[in-house]
Structures are given as C-alpha cells and as structure tokens.
C-alpha cells in the first residue's frame, strides 16, 4: 500500500503521515520521492525521511523539534520513544 | 470570500465596533454567582457570566481580576451591563464600575448585601437587565469594515495535522483581514516555546523581538522551574497521543495562524492594542484563561483551531471552531463552524483562508457559531499567585 506523507518544509528529516502506515507500505512525499516504512506508524504521526543519528536535531516546519534519543533509520517511526 | 468586507454592527462610545449587543449580567465576585445563575435562567437572552475570582488574592493577580472583568465590559459585543456584587469583597460593584466611567456604556449595579439577599437581588437584577435589553434593541446599526475588527486566535486540543492545515489556513485568513486594515492577536506564550525562530522573524522591530525573546523565555524558565524534567508535560495527553511530541513541534504548528504579517506589538494579559495588524499577547496556552485576555483586549470574534475537538466557548464573544482534520468534523458537527482537514484531501492553504475569512464575515454579521448556539460560555482569568 503507498500512504501520502507532509513534509512542510525542505530542511525536514521527518514528515507526517496521512493515514495508518504498517512495515514494508510505501511512503510517498508530493516531490514524488517514496521510501519503504519500516515500523507500524500511526495516521498523524512522523516517520523519518532520512537515517538521524543519536543526538542530531530532527527538524519539522524547517526549524528543531528536539533530538534523536537513539540512532533512527529512514522509515522509522518518529516519537517520545526517539525524541526528545 | 468575495466582495467587499462590509457588515452591520454597533458603534459604542468610544469609537469601537461590535458585532453582538448583548446585555452583560456579569458577578464581581465568585460570592455573587448564584443570582447571575438565577437571572440567566430567568433571563436566557442575557450573557450571564460568573467566575471563581473577585476576592482572596491580591497584589498583581488583583490587578489582573480588575483589568479582565472591566476589559470584558467594555469589549464592544458588549451594549450594556449589570455589575453583580455581595458587598464585602475586593473586587465590589463599585470599584469595577468606576473603572468604567470612560466606556460610556449603560452600565448598573447590585449589591446582594445591599438590597436584602439572593432573591431579592436577582429581581432586581432582572428588572434592569429587562429596561437596558429593551434599549439595546431599539440603538441603530451602522457599517463595519475589515478595519473596525479585532480578532483573538487559538488553538486547543492540537493534533499533528493542526499545523498543516487549520493553522496555516487560519495565518492565510489573518493575512488578508491584516491587508484590509483589521487586527489580530496571536496568543498563548506557552505554546511559542521553541518557535521563537519564525516568530522573531515577523517582529517589526528590534523592540518587539527583544520582548517577544523576554515573554517566551520567561514562560520557558517557569515550565522548566515549575515541571523540572516534565517540562515536556506541557502538552497534554491528547497531543502526544494524536502523534505531537515535543512542545516545539506543537508550537511551531501553533504560530502559524499568526500568518505572516509583521509583528507589531508585543502586549501584557487583557491589555488593548495600542497598534493595528498582528499583535502578540502574552497569555497562557489554557484556553479559557487566554480567551479571556484577549475578549478583555476588544477582540470581536476569536478564530479557533482544534484536532481533537473542543466544545469550548465564551461569553459575548463568538468563537469559529476550524478542525484540522476532517474525521473530527465528521465526529462532533454540532462543535465545529469549518472543516480545514479538506486541505489533506486537496484543497489548498489559501483557499480554505478565504473560507475562513468569508466565514468570519457571515459571524460579524450575525450568523451564530456552533459555541453561541450550544452556549457554550466559560471565563476564567489567567492568575499566578496563591489565593488567599
């Protein structure tokens, strides 16, 4: 299944989902770039755009929303469990 | 939207235009609550407002209690008002009344202690509030732009799609009312925590970047004193449950309904704008006590986004309830005015900006919200100190 993800801004390294995602959909931004997502992620919540290492910023809107806890994978799911 | 923005209001004494003329029945004091109740029952086209405050603190939250009950009467949806008192508190009918002499409203008084109890007093109170509703309706209408408005934003219960499509439709709408001479204020200090970046990029001077830096560095230091490590617990359960994480994630979707005018003013709780276009008011991120300030500022209409969905309202003033998705419009439809979740099926920014103006328009000329339908209508003061 391939499910839409909003990315606002092109600084971002996450983008949210539109719908409920589960391991292996594909997730497609509306530049037409697509990736495979690794973890169930619930409608509305971010999944990764590109590999963050523990400790570097995860950017939504273009500006820091916090920081990777752990390292996280493109397809990720993004949240409290690796952000802080 | 199309054509002109034009509608029919009422002019008060001091130059400001309303969009309602309600006969205000407002209690002084918590002490005075059951009259208000009793004439509101009696009385259903009153705005009955009462509240927790009027005594038992002091120092600047005392300030604040005087400066919101007077703001919220003087706000110009209000035509008239009858001040409720007991008689022994701090914040009496007659203090509050002369803080109003400027207004040039109607405005009366009772005093529970005074005129020999609770019933007696709610007659009382009824009679009069009967005399000035007889009044209001007989005062002319006049003509109302864009310019003449003031309108309050807010966000309650947010989900991850509030910044993606109400809020930033909610900026395109503030934008064009900014264009066209009207003003609006962007609240909720608590809710600009990590969003200062583009905030700080709209302030129209070197002086309202250093006080919005002050404002929100100021709520950030007593989040952080007060919730030490929770400080993330700003956000409430539904936010994080609904995908949001981090407060700065919230606020930097938050601060896009301020659109992308240039700040002009940076201003303390409940008070008046001295300048139009946007404005930033310092004011908590719990709604009620934000919407209060902002009423007490003159805002006419409030501009309200919800992903979970809020029934919230407040008296006097319409609130206009934009979903950010459409699930949620489809869920609670007696709550909510406009569905902005269309913008995830399509629709642009821009577009759903105007609906919200062409909306905004329709309420200034006296369409109901679904908050004023369902009369909804809840005042509480934002306060710091303990009560005494």
Known sequence: ?84 | MSGEFVFQGWQRPDGRMGIRNHCLVLATVACAAGVVREVQRRLPEVVAVEHAHGCGRSGPDLGVQIKTLAGLVQNPNVGAVVLVGLGCEVVSAALLRSTLASSGKPVETVVIQEVGGSRKAADRVEALARRLLDELGGQPRRKGMAADLMVGLECGGSDTFSGLTANPAVGKAVDRLVEMGGTAILAETTEMIGALGPLLKLAKTEEVAAKLKAKVGRQEARAREILGPLAHAVLAPGNVESGLTTIAEKSLGCVTKGGSSPIREVIDYGDRPAKKGLVVMDTPGYDVESLAGMAAAGAQAILFTTGRGTPVGFPAVPVIKISSNSELFEAMPDDIDLDAGTILAGKSIDEVGEQILGLLLEVACGQKTKAEINGQAVFAIAQEGPAF
């Open chain 1, 1 to 84: 299944m391939a499910v839409t993800a909003i990315r606002v801004h092109g600084a971002d390294n996450v983008a949210v989902v539109a719908a409920d995602v589960q391991p292996g959909d594909v997730v497609r931004l509306d530049d037409g770039r697509q990736l495979r997502a690794v973890d169930v992620i619930p409608r509305g919540s971010k999944v990764a755009l590109d590999p963050i290492a523990g400790g570097q910023p995860v950017v939504r809107y273009g500006e820091r929303i916090g920081e990777a806890t752990k390292d996280i994978a493109a397809g990720e799911y993004v949240h409290s469990h690796n952000l802080a």
